[in-house]
């Protein structure tokens, strides 16, 4: 119960920060206006959208909006923002989950085969693969993978989100910023685990090495990174905007972008929002996953 | 696992076989554009490719010749200047909306009369905000009163194109967003992945200037990154694109699936100073040899030749081939020496500190700011989004701008000069003269009138040197070898007349 | 008789550093089938290591090299990784020390079982959850099937044990090796273990290969026992021979050291010098420094084994001159302990009580645990008093209570007539200071001991700094820390060595109470003993009280003045040792009493028999006398009332029905009873 309480306070205060901040950033009636517009006309605008009101009573009618399940239509779309929502969101969940998918599948193999090596060349060659994704620019990445296997050898479609195969390229550029996490989470339980008491005792019953490594090892080393995975995921998220835009994947982030720049707050507000809840279920999820990950939490 | 191995390669070719076949072998073509089009009511929608919308989906009074820029009637069939602020036009009978009910004068009426007034928030005010109201004065005569004398009552009409009144009445503003009909030469519907669908109207009328679409579908796809439109066009599934920088488009020009081309626009750049002083009460620049040093100063035809393929130095600050526009008038070549002469002369030989704004091209805000330095005068870059400089400009806080203007391809100087030289908040020069002058020009229907008056405005404009004319600003088109369209001339792409050949 | 495992020439080396250091030197072993070996030795003698050698389960960085490995006739020294496995499980098992994390925590206690018989065995789930719950049951766990769904954290310490064990039979092997799979158990439990693998060994003829640091574990199970000292073995022979007279210096210095019931009030013979480190380089026999029959002879060349007979071997020379050792050299005499004056009471505890309010996660809602119920004590000064329990019955709680670490939910404690509520923490600080069991964890790592020992004095500001150094330097040197030792880190020292610095560090405040817990259960035997010499000093000398908390009862014999027994939170027992431990009135004392395993009586005097393995849950304690489920004498009211403490000079107890208790006195308790009924 505390937990819920404590969650909307955060709620309320990201979205008054945003909210706010969007405000003093721009002027939404001279964008909405457009460029031809004369000085008047923009006075007019601001008289009607109430943009003279002071800050504070702008956003409480933002709040009670919502509370009525209403969050505003969007100032340049003309369509409700929850209709605009509803058709952006799944693309970014989808190329969150992909991208996720795509990291784990990478890193966890890599973090095995350090963790058998510690300290080998194999142990930093796969550190070094790894760190790889952090230290490359995820915008040059985006076209080199466009260069290569869009254009030369035209294995993948470049713009889009129509099919799954859409989703490759996009997924690799942002699952591989979060290796280097996962990779070293990994290794580091593995590394633990294969030196644990139960490793042992799985190999004194003459269990062979692959069993020992992947049924005892492994699901033990695994926990943490369950934990990793649900904050990465809303990094995810939330960081997608440059990928989205570089493969026109009409997403969350490239509208978050789009909306700000255009000052279009009823959008902005109702993205931040989104966002900022999704980290806060997330964060509860991690907790729940760590229960039912580990046994001795889950069952007294 | 070969049995996987063949799964995966069906899933793949199916994955990627749809976009490949959408294209010359199903008369489809595909153009991309950087800003999403989410609603399709035109006068909701933002940014040109709102603007554009109106010409593909509707049709207007009256239509601009793309070639001649002679104004050719569209709708309406014929019309007249009654007075001096009214215009009566004939309405052509038999034309279709694409729901197949009639196009009549009360439709005319309906549009016009919502659009003028402010409570309807239409979003191209300047097109708009100038009628005073239309009434139907027969069964197919609709008159239009301005609130004064607009020279230029044509060309605005151009961009405000006729709604169906009973459909709009009914569906309303997101009822027009989501299925718009109009009486265009296409159809339109939201398509999936944010693309628009565009699909020949094939009762499109038979009498009209513009002619039948060429192509049976035109696919607007929102490709926000430039870069990745050009990838799209190397691999084949775009087939036009505009506004490729010049960098990419000398390396497309190699490729023989496309073809480049260059179009001119209405849009001119300038410099605007503070020759009021607006933002200083005791600004240098409201010295005459000052504003006059840094026109000498500016290497514009080194910046046009490095980093603005295609274009030229102006004058004035309007393009050559508007209405109005002149080009003798006082010019200032590229002297620096001669620069430095005249600010020692106004007694600034020690330069000093300003703000320059810019928000469109920083490549040729920084080469400014190099002239600058040059005799003595340090700009402080202020990089901004459009509408924040229009605050600053609005609030007297920018001395220096580096502007641009697209008239709304409006091809009159009358769409540019009373917007920057009308003594109001956009106006830095605030000379009660050229304020004048202007006015005389933008108050009368003659043209011969209105031609004398705004060449005497840009003469002294250019004598004042109230602000420095820098470059006309053309549009690189790139799309497939395989398409015959006409380039633009007016940035207004007109995709009715693309074919495959 | 044909050897089952025949080891020779075992050495392992481990790499440190880029250097290599041998930890086990040329080991022989042999254990014939039905024959259970005992391997017994100090830390760091290599007894694990050689077990792990064996089977060829050796850590990174060991590695090992050996002459002959037979198994059942077969030499599998060379045999490839994927022989070994098959042969892992099935004709060999282990079991290991710790049942905690000797499971996988992540899958059930059935999982774990039948995995075993899946690999080896292949074929149905059927026949392996069969074998499974067979096993369980033999191995004396209730509801076995209930069990294999069971995730090990739900199983007690003993039951897990058991579990492993039953995991480690589920392919009938013929050799299990044990590596101290009761030192982790409470004292009970571990008889009930030792007394279950020894049914099985007889039942199964299983051979057993048995490490432990214990001697009375070795008398309790082996047959034959070979001694390890610093990599080699020094003696090897069947068990009775090498424990009644052993013919190795060492094996006589460790039986020595060992605190005998009824000999207390005598000073504790020890070992002088410690153990050699792999690090060192050695000429020589290893014992060489430390041996009182030693000669400039021993420290030239290597000491070879000796047969004494058909059946023993020692590694020594001048083994014949052990039986001519007077027993003056073997055993210091020291004064008997005298009666003293007990002083004024300065602890006073009455009906403390405390609980803890578990939270249930996110669905259930809280718990409550009583760890401590109506606890009432009296401690004079110059007392010492011995808590005496098992995991689980409260004696840490009750530690913290009196040191002022923790809060008492209800009751009164006083230190020196005054509330410890009342006290500021500093004060508190003086008065009572402990010293815990693991020397090292209870050093900061990073701090020289001189400053350790010095912390409190900082902390209370006493004196000048070069002041409070200088009382630290005489501290530590009254505990026999040598000098030179003094600037070093914790990390570098033994572990005796450590405890004698926290021990100096809680004396330096000079309190007048000294709570000790657990303070020798982490050390070797010899070191045991030095520190249990260096604590009885220190009592007498200054004039100490100390609340001492240990499992061992012949700790107890040794230091203590009145010993207090709980179970389940409250105080059961409690009384002069001499009256507790020889005649113990509450059922329970007595059971803890027979669970103590005797060197000097085969068979270790595994004897009474517990009732019921399931120690109860804390948190659901049984109703009436809490340990009326494992009471031989239960009746009726001790399974509805909870028996109030009575005291029969000069013993309280709390039991309805005590032994050793005259009839009289019992009509008392008949009166209570009545009492109680009629109210």
Redesign the interface.
């Known amino acids: 119960m505390r937990r819920g309480a404590l969650a909307l306070l955060v709620l309320l205060t990201v979205s008054l920060l945003s909210f706010a901040l969007l405000k003093l950033s721009g002027d939404l009636a001279i964008a909405l206006a457009g460029e031809q517009a004369g000085a008047e006309y923009v006075a007019f605008l601001r008289k009607q959208y109430g943009l003279d009101d002071p800050l504070i009573v702008q956003y409480l009618r933002w709040l009670g909006r919502l509370l009525s399940g209403d969050l505003g239509v969007s100032f340049y779309f003309g369509t409700p923002v929850t209709a605009v929502l509803a058709e952006k969101f799944p693309i970014t969940m989808s190329l969150g989950v992909s991208a996720l998918l795509f990291a784990v599948v990478l890193s966890i193999p890599l973090g095995i085969v350090a963790a058998l090596k510690p300290d080998s060349w194999i142990d930093r060659a796969v550190l070094g693969v790894a760190l790889l994704g952090q230290a490359i620019p995820t915008f040059w990445l985006c076209f080199l993978m466009i260069l290569l296997f869009g254009i030369n050898l035209g294995w993948l479609p470049i713009s889009g989100s129509t099919t799954w195969a859409h989703y490759v390229m996009p997924a690799v550029a942002l699952g591989y910023y979060a290796t280097p996490a996962f990779t070293r989470i990994t290794r580091a339980g593995m590394i633990e685990a294969l030196g644990s008491d139960y490793v042992r005792t799985a190999r004194a019953k003459g269990l062979r090495r692959p069993v020992v490594i992947l049924k005892h090892a492994l699901r033990n080393a695994l926990v943490p990174v369950v934990s990793v995975a649900a904050v990465q995921f809303g990094f995810m998220l939330g960081g997608s905007v440059v990928i989205e835009t570089i493969f026109a994947m009409h997403g969350v982030g490239y509208l978050a972008w789009q909306a700000i720049s255009q000052n279009d707050y009823p959008v902005v507000q109702a993205i931040v929002l989104i966002v900022a809840s999704i980290y806060v279920v997330l964060t509860l999820a991690a907790d729940l996953l760590n229960a039912a990950i580990d046994p001795r939490i889950r069952i007294r | 696992m070969t049995t996987a191995i063949r799964a995966a390669l069906v899933a793949v070719l199916i994955a990627y076989g749809a976009p490949v076949l959408a294209s010359k072998a199903d008369d489809t073509v595909n153009v991309g554009f950087r800003l999403q089009l989410q609603g399709l009511d035109t006068y909701y929608s933002p940014g040109r490719e709102g603007l554009l919308l109106a010409f593909w989906v509707w049709d207007a009074l009256v239509y601009r010749d793309s070639k001649t820029f002679e104004m050719k009637p569209l709708i309406a069939s014929s019309w007249k200047q009654v007075d001096a602020r009214t215009l009566d036009f004939v309405i052509r009978p038999g034309i279709k909306f694409h729901d197949g009910s009639t196009l009549t004068a009360k439709d005319v009426v309906f549009t016009l009369n919502f659009v003028s007034k402010p409570e309807n928030k239409v979003f191209n005010q300047a097109a708009v905000s100038w009628i005073e109201n239309a009434t139907a004065i027969g069964p197919d005569t609709v008159r239009v009163r301005a609130k004064q004398v607009t020279p230029l009552a044509l060309s605005y009409l151009m961009s405000v194109p006729i709604y169906p009144a009973d459909y709009y009445q009914r569906v309303g503003r997101e009822g027009m967003a989501a299925k718009p009909v109009g009486s265009g030469p296409f159809r339109a519907e939201p398509g999936p992945d944010s693309t628009v669908i565009f699909t020949r109207f094939d009762d499109y009328f038979a009498a009209s200037p513009k002619g039948k679409a060429g192509a049976r579908r035109v696919i607007y796809r929102t490709i926000p990154e430039i870069n990745t439109q050009v990838a799209e066009l190397i691999s084949g599934r775009l087939d036009w694109a505009y506004y490729v920088p010049d960098d990419q488009a000398e390396r497309l020009r190699r490729l023989p699936n496309l073809r480049v081309a260059q179009g001119e626009s209405f849009r001119v750049a300038y410099l605007t100073m503070d020759a009021a002083g607006k933002a200083a009460a005791d600004s240098p620049l409201k010295d005459v040899r000052v504003r006059r040093a840094i026109s000498h100063a500016l290497d514009r035809q080194g910046v046009v030749k490095n980093l603005m393929g295609g274009s030229q130095v102006i004058h004035t600050p309007c393009y050559p081939k508007q209405f109005g526009c002149v080009q003798e008038v006082t010019k200032y070549n590229y002297d620096v020496a001669k620069a430095r002469s005249l600010m020692a002369e106004a007694g600034r030989g020690a330069g000093f500190n300003l703000d320059i704004y810019a928000y469109r091209n920083r490549q040729v805000a920084e080469a400014i700011i190099g002239n600058l330095r040059a005799i003595g005068i340090t700009a402080n870059l202020r990089w901004v989004q459009y509408p924040a400089m229009v605050q600053k400009r609005r609030s007297n806080e920018a001395p220096m701008v580096v502007d641009d203007w697209g008239s709304n391809s409006i091809d009159d100087v009358g769409a540019i000069l009373p917007v920057f030289f009308n003594s109001g908040p956009d106006d830095y020069a605030m000379d009660p003269a050229v304020t004048a002058m202007v006015a005389r020009g933008s108050s009368t229907t003659d043209r011969a009138a209105r031609q004398a008056a705004y060449a005497d405005a840009l003469k002294r404009i250019a004598d004042q040197a109230y602000v420095v004319p820098l470059f006309t600003m053309p549009v690189t088109y790139v799309f497939n070898a395989g398409l015959e369209m006409p380039v633009p001339n007016d940035e207004i792409p007109e995709f009715w007349r693309a074919r495959w050949k | 008789m044909p050897q089952l495992l025949d080891v020779s020439g075992l050495t392992i080396e481990v790499r440190v550093r880029g250097q290599v250091f041998p930890v086990v030197r040329n080991v022989d072993l042999s254990v014939a089938a039905g024959e259970s070996l005992c391997i017994v030795g100090e830390s760091g003698c290599g007894k694990s290591m050689t077990a792990l050698g064996i089977?060829r389960?050796l850590?990174?960085g060991a590695s090992r090299t050996v002459l002959r490995l037979g198994f059942d006739g077969v030499d599998i020294a060379h045999l490839s990784?994927g022989a070994m496995?098959?042969?892992?499980?099935?004709r060999m098992?282990?079991i290991?020390q710790?049942p905690n994390?000797?499971?996988?925590?992540?899958?059930t206690i059935g999982d774990q079982l039948q995995?075993?018989w899946l690999?080896?065995k292949g074929g149905g789930r059927d026949a392996a959850r069969a074998r499974a719950v067979e096993l369980l049951e033999r191995v004396g766990i209730a509801s076995a099937a209930r069990r294999l769904g069971q995730?090990p954290?739900?199983l007690s310490g003993g039951q897990r044990q058991r579990a492993?064990i039953a995991?480690a039979l589920m392919c009938s092997p013929q050799l299990l090796i044990a590596d101290e799979p009761t030192t982790a158990l409470d004292v009970t439990v571990q008889a009930q273990v030792l007394r279950l693998l020894r049914e099985l060994q007889s039942e199964l003829g299983l051979a057993l290969l048995l490490i432990t640091h214990d001697i009375g574990v070795v008398a309790a199970m082996a047959d034959r026992v070979a001694v390890l000292y610093a990599g080699e073995v020094v003696e090897t022979g069947p068990v009775r021979h090498v424990l009644d007279s052993p013919c190795h210096p060492y094996t006589k210095g460790l039986l020595d050291c060992l605190p005998r019931p009824g000999a207390a009030a005598r000073r504790l013979v020890t070992i002088p010098g410690t153990v050699p480190v792999p690090t060192d380089s050695r000429s020589g026999c290893g014992f060489a420094g430390r041996c009182a029959l030693m000669v400039d002879d021993c420290q030239v060349g290597a000491v070879a084994l000796e047969a004494i007979d058909g059946e023993r071997v020692v590694r020594c020379r001048r083994w014949r001159l052990m039986s001519e050792l007077p027993l003056s050299t073997c055993m210091e005499s020291a004064p008997a302990r005298s009666s003293k004056e007990m002083g004024q009471p300065i602890l006073f505890t009455d009906g403390v009580t405390r609980d803890f309010r578990l939270s249930?996660?996110?669905f259930?809602a809280p718990h409550f645990l009583r760890a401590v119920r109506g606890v009432s004590l009296r401690m004079r000064a110059g007392e010492t008093v011995a808590i005496v329990g098992e995991s689980g019955c409260g004696k840490t709680t009750l530690a913290r209570i009196l040191l002022g670490l923790l809060d008492q939910s209800t009751g009164d404690v006083r230190l020196d007539g005054r509330p410890i509520a009342a006290l500021a923490r500093r004060a508190v600080a003086r008065f009572v200071q402990p010293v815990f069991q693991d020397p090292y964890a209870s050093l900061a790592p990073h701090r020289r001991v001189v400053d350790t020992v010095a912390r409190p004095l900082d902390a209370l500001a006493v004196g000048t700094r070069s002041a409070r150094r200088r009382t630290a330097l005489d501290t530590l040197a009254r505990v026999g820390l040598p000098s030179h030792l003094a600037g070093r880190l914790p990390a570098e020292l033994s572990g005796g060595q450590c405890q004698r610095v926290a021990i100096a560090r809680a004396l330096v405040l000079k309190p007048p109470i000294l709570v000790c817990d657990e303070p020798t259960s982490s050390l070797d035997v010899s070191v045991q003993a030095q520190i249990l010499n260096l604590l009885s000093d220190l009592k007498d000398e200054f004039g100490l009280c100390v609340l001492l908390i240990t499992h061992n009862l012949a700790v107890v014999e040794h230091l203590a003045d009145r010993v207090v027994v709980m179970y389940l939170g409250r105080i059961v027992e409690e009384g002069p040792v001499d009256e507790v431990l020889r005649r113990p009135r509450h059922p329970y004392t007595r059971l803890l009493l027979s669970s103590v395993l005797r060197p000097d009586i085969r068979g270790g005097g595994l004897a009474v028999v517990d009732r019921d393995e399931s120690f109860p849950d804390p948190l659901n304690p049984p109703p009436g006398c809490a340990f009326h489920p494992r009471c031989p004498k239960a009746s009726a009211v001790c399974r509805s009332q909870d028996p109030a403490t009575r005291t029969v000079s000069p013993v309280s107890f709390a039991c309805h029905h005590p032994d050793h208790v005259a009839p009289a006195d019992r009509t008392a308790e008949r009166e209570e009873k009545r009492n109680v009924r009629a109210l």
């Open positions: 089977m389960l850590p990174r990784q496995e098959e042969l892992r499980g099935q098992s282990m290991f710790d994390t000797a499971f996988n925590p992540s899958y995995e075993v690999r080896h995730y954290h739900q492993m995991m249930g996660g996110l259930s």
